[in-house]
């Protein structure tokens, strides 16, 4: 790297000198006149990219560059290096913050309160975030005559600049990286498998090429292998320095929308990705006191003090050098061979050779790539669980824009993986009592995988299985390592050390622990589901209701499609022989689990195609097959499983593209009279679409304002150093996304219920002196406070749903868009399509039943399917059409035969809800409905009674 700095230090200046000479020979004219334009050589300006590269010298505009690109390696996605546009956009962010920080110290000197204010008192250097902090008071005093004349460092706000916009950002970046990539070079050496003989071969430290990342071509920069396996290697704490870590003190309490959690460095409350209006609806709600329990409840969370399992830590450290393959953490290159194919035969042309024997390469380097990147991110995290190896932290938390909680720190959280979570550990202990030693036996089964038997057999496997406790205790690497066979080896581990040092012990019930015990919620967006729309299944399929044992609603999915499997392979069906063994539940969970949340079919192959892969028993050729037959199955199958969650889903997605679709009736009239705009091809383009602006808003329970951020954003097409790329300004008008805005929000609804609750929990759990930690639905606490925490969990949950959540998001939809109008034509096409997806559902459900006799089906099963008239009547009940259009008549016959009700036609007013008449307005010749005519009722509750949740042992075990 010292070698990098130098060269690339010479090439800056050489450039710089170059367009010192080219813009010395422009007329004065254009150096005057000079604006933020790209020109024609793929560069900005040079008068103008001269300006900004002239701010610092070479030497740290250089060190800026090579910092950044290598602590920016790995984000986004991209294994061993980035997206070319966040690489240079970040770059272009430093040498701001750079520029700040010397403005500063150069203009109000190093003794003044503005440069005292940058400097992090943990570092003793400046920090971006507080650099940035102080930036924004000194232009705030700008703004204010009166302030600016009497504030200290008056000349700092003669000098002070706004902040630059992307395109700077991106320009000055992209000239920086250019540069980077053209000197940075490293030398590697390579064994001659003939002779012996060691080559050396001098090649490019970092490469610009594109890379296919979902479906899109992106430019990525990717670091030379050399480079990366140095970073995997090294201590990267030389060259990486992480923005957020734990906090060694308590921290500070949220009071505001942008005040709390570090003492120094400023975080906002909640993560939203350049949503103007999220900010202005949060801060609002902040300023009027709404968001109080909020805080509080965050504030639980960023309480709770933590340690690092030092136990755990000695042998996640002994397995890493040796480099062996442990658990989830993978051989080191040094010790793993790839099965590389064998090189191909110049003489051979076969097509079909060449092919698999591509196929089989970029599989070998993906997973060569993949284990790379998951050395990388344990090296990480070990090396931050060692510098706080003897210290008490705190993990400060905020929340996404739909209230879910997160620790600020990304590395080394509960939120993290199966190590993270075995590393650490309650920084307080509690005595085990008269039942912690038996909630430690059965968090041992959940750990191991034994989590579907009831609590008394689960407490009975952890004592049948002592020995090996005691075993994998006492030589965890080199006896018969029994806790790697567990779903979560690091965490069973420290289970295993907890127990054997309760049990060991003179008196096991005065034992102190500090282990966290988990509870969590069995798929807990249909537990929401179900206690919404009083569903009786779907509440006894997910432990809404009492019973002696935990019901287990991916185990029941899975027989079911085991069976027809079955049947398909008696008839001949060519895919279903593909598949040799049984599934297992663990190949349906994911996908069951996200059918709640509107998971797709092209979302449920890809599910289980992972599964598959990690099976190993479907051959990678047929796997694409294989997979997309299963994921056809068990969404046909699962057609019922949810009939009272789906017919809340479809009323959620129906309500949001009413609101997508609709426009405040002030400017209807504006849309509607410009509907004769042609485009270039001559077709009548109607304006009305692009005045769909109305984002999903919806308040939580606690107080929390959520704003859906999906727009259309305009992108525009930038020139720069090293290739094209695209920008869009976040905060300029646009379009929403009706599509986007109706498949999120059922999902993001639930999410804030979730969070809800878990406030609601940890709010009840503080006044009960309960250490309380969660992640999303699974919440922790000591060994002998899991049975009153289950208790609080029941009662939050009861106290959440006692209300008639559904009824009143209505209210709220009526008071925010009730007089927002929608065109005739909008509103027919969304009753349409809920038309088609309820007579596909009841087309499944009547197949399925079909398929499968009652007297086949387990008691699992009947907990997950009900006869296909009460669907029919569910449907004909909860779902009312909208509007029907004369030219789909097939699609109402269709309907009616199967017992749906569908609306008609009506010649004049043009529109019909459940046989009334919805009245239509006209403006500029066009026919428009408004939002609260239309708008379905709230989908009929069932009987399921929510305070029987008290009374389920299982609802969160």
Known sequence: MYTWLGQL??????????????????????IESATLKYSATARMKPQVLLMYLSLLPADKLALITILEIMRMSGSGGIVDGMKVLRG???????????????TIKNVAGVDSHHWLKSIDPQTQKPSRQLIGSVWKKIGEQVKQPKISEQA???????VWTPSWSRMVQLGVGSELVDALLKVAKVEREAKDRHTGTILKEEQSAFTHSYEYVRGKKLGVIKLNPEVAARLARDDIGVVIHPKHLPMLVEPRRWTSHNEGGYLLHSVPVMRYKESLEQQKWLQAASEEGHLEPIFHGLDVLSSTSWRINRQVFDVVLASWNQGEAIADIPASEDRVNYDFPEPLDPSNQDPQVRTKYVEKMKMVLAQQRKDHAERCKFNYNIEIARSYLKDEFFLPHNMDFRGRAYPIPPHLSPVGDDLCRGLLTFGTKKPLGTTGLRWLQIHLANVYGYDKASFEERAQFAQAHQADI?????????????????????????????????????????????????????????????????????????????????????????????????????SGHAVACLIDEALGRKVVKQTVMTTVYGVTFVGARDQIAKQLQARGDVSQDDIFAVSSYIAKTVLNCIGDLFS?????????????????????YERASDA??????????????????????????????????????????????????????YISDPNAPAEVSPQKQATAFPPN???????????????????????????????WTHAATVEPMSDLIRGTFVELHSQDLVGKLRQEFLSRYGDYCIPVQSAQNISTSSTKRRVAAAKRQRAMSEMLAPSEMSDATDSCLSAESAFRNDIAEAEVDLITSSNEVTEATAAESMGLSTGKLDEIAGLAVSGQEIPTMKMGGQAWVRFKDVLPPCPPRGIFQVQKVKESAYFFS
């Not at 200290?152 to 003669?158: I, K, T």
């Not at 919404?532 to 399929?541: F, P």
């Not at 009272?644 to 405040?664: E, N, Q």
């Open 470 to 570: 005691f075993d994998s205790a006492d030589n965890p690497l080199g006896g018969n390592r029994w806790w790697l066979n567990a779903e979560d080896p690091w965490q069973c581990l420290a289970t295993c050390f907890e127990l054997t040092s309760a049990l060991r012990s003179p008196h096991p019930e005065a034992f102190e622990s500090s282990l966290p015990v988990h509870q969590d919620g069995t798929c807990n967006g249909m537990q929401h589901y179900a206690a919404l729309g009083g569903d009786v299944q779907g509440a006894k399929a997910v432990n809404l209701e009492a019973g002696d044992r935990p019901a287990d609603i991916y185990t029941g999915v899975v027989d079911i499609v085991n069976r027809v499997i079955e049947e398909d392979k008696k």
């Open 152 to 158: 200290e460092g008056g000349s700092l706000q003669e």
């Open 644 to 664: 009272g969650a789906k017919s809340i889903m479809d009323w959620l997605a129906t309500a949001a593209r009413l609101i997508s679709r609709s426009i405040p």
């Open 88 to 102: 240079m956009v970040a770059v272009g962010k430093a040498v701001e913050t750079e520029f700040r920080a010397e």
């Open 9 to 30: 230090t010479a090439e800056l200046e050489s450039r710089i000198t170059a367009m010192q000479a080219q813009v010395a020979s422009l007329p004065p004219s254009q």
């Open 749 to 779: 609804f639930i999410h804030s219920l979730d969070a809800t609750h878990m406030l609601l929990t940890a709010l009840k759990c503080k006044q009960n002196n309960i250490a309380f930690a969660s992640v999303h639905d699974s919440y």
């Open 672 to 725: 509607a009279s410009q509907l004769t705009t042609t485009s270039r091809s001559g077709k009548v383009v109607s304006r009305a679409s692009k005045e769909f602006m109305s984002a999903v808003i919806w308040t939580t329970p606690l107080g929390l304002p959520v704003v859906q951020p999906y727009r259309k954003a305009q992108k525009k097409q930038i020139m720069t150093a090293l290739q094209s790329v």
